[in-house]
T-cell receptor, first 112, second 110 residues
C-alpha cells in the first residue's frame, strides 16, 4: 500500500501521560501536515513540514505539542502531559508542492 | 490558523437537486481544494483548482475560483443520497501550508 499510514489507530491514555504518534507519508511527497479534528469540526491545523524543515506551527498549540520529521521521511507528533481536552482524532496528510493532499486514517486519542 | 470559511454551515436539499457551497478566504493562495468527509470516516479529496484557473469540472462537480473576491464555489449537480457528507474547502498558501474551513454539512433528502 502506498498511501499515508498512521500508527497507532487508537490510543487510550491517562491524563498526564505522554503520547507519540507516527505518520509515514507517501514516499515522493515532500510536504507533511498534522491536524486535529473533533466531532462536527473541520481539521484544525497543527503544523507542517517541507522536507525536514518545520515551516509553520499553529499559534493555538501549547508547548506540550512537538513534532519532528527526521531526514524528511516519517514524522512523529508528541503530546506531553496529556489533558482531557486533547482527546480528538489526529490526522496526517502529505503532498507535493501545489498538488492534492492525501490523508491517513488518523489516530484517535482518548484521554481518561 | 484557519483561512477558509464555508457557507452555508448546513444545507438540506431533495435528491436530484443541485447543491452549491461557497468558500471565502483571506490571503493569496497557491491553490484551493475541496474535500468530502462522510460521518466517522476519513477525508477524501474531490478537486483542486490552482490560482491561475477559474473553473474546473470533475464528473458531477464544478468548482469556480474568483481570486479578486477571494472566493470559490462547489456545485454538485443531480445530487444523490450518497452525497450526504461534510464538505470542506482548504487553501494552500506558501506561508501557512494547507488550512481548512469548518465545513458545510450537506443532507440529501430521498
Amino acid at each position: 500500500d502506498t498511501g499515508v499510514s498512521q500508527d497507532p489507530r487508537h490510543k487510550i491514555t491517562k491524563r498526564g501521560q505522554n503520547v507519540t504518534f507516527r505518520c509515514d507519508p507517501i514516499s515522493e511527497h515532500n510536504r507533511l501536515y498534522w491536524y486535529r479534528q473533533t466531532l462536527g469540526q473541520g481539521p484544525e491545523f497543527l503544523t507542517y513540514f517541507q522536507n525536514e524543515a518545520q515551516l509553520e506551527k499553529s499559534r493555538l498549540l501549547s508547548d506540550r505539542f512537538s513534532a519532528e520529521r527526521p531526514k524528511g521521511s516519517f514524522s512523529t507528533l508528541e503530546i506531553q502531559r496529556t489533558e482531557q481536552g486533547d482527546s480528538a482524532m489526529y490526522l496526517c496528510a502529505s503532498s507535493r508542492w501545489n498538488t492534492e493532499a492525501f490523508f491517513g486514517q488518523g489516530t484517535r486519542l482518548t484521554v481518561v | 490558523s484557519q483561512q477558509g470559511e464555508e457557507d452555508p454551515q448546513a444545507l438540506s436539499i431533495q435528491e436530484g437537486e443541485n447543491a452549491t457551497m461557497n468558500c471565502s478566504y483571506k490571503t493569496s493562495i497557491n491553490n484551493l481544494q475541496w474535500y468530502r468527509q462522510n460521518s466517522g470516516r476519513g477525508l477524501v479529496h474531490l478537486i483542486l483548482i490552482r490560482s491561475n484557473e477559474r473553473e474546473k469540472h470533475s464528473g458531477r462537480l464544478r468548482v469556480t475560483l474568483d481570486t479578486s473576491k477571494k472566493s470559490s464555489s462547489l456545485l454538485i449537480t443531480a445530487s444523490r443520497a450518497a452525497d450526504t457528507a461534510s464538505y470542506f474547502c482548504a487553501t494552500d498558501t506558501s506561508a501557512d501550508g494547507l488550512t481548512f474551513g469548518k465545513g458545510t454539512h450537506l443532507i440529501i433528502q430521498p
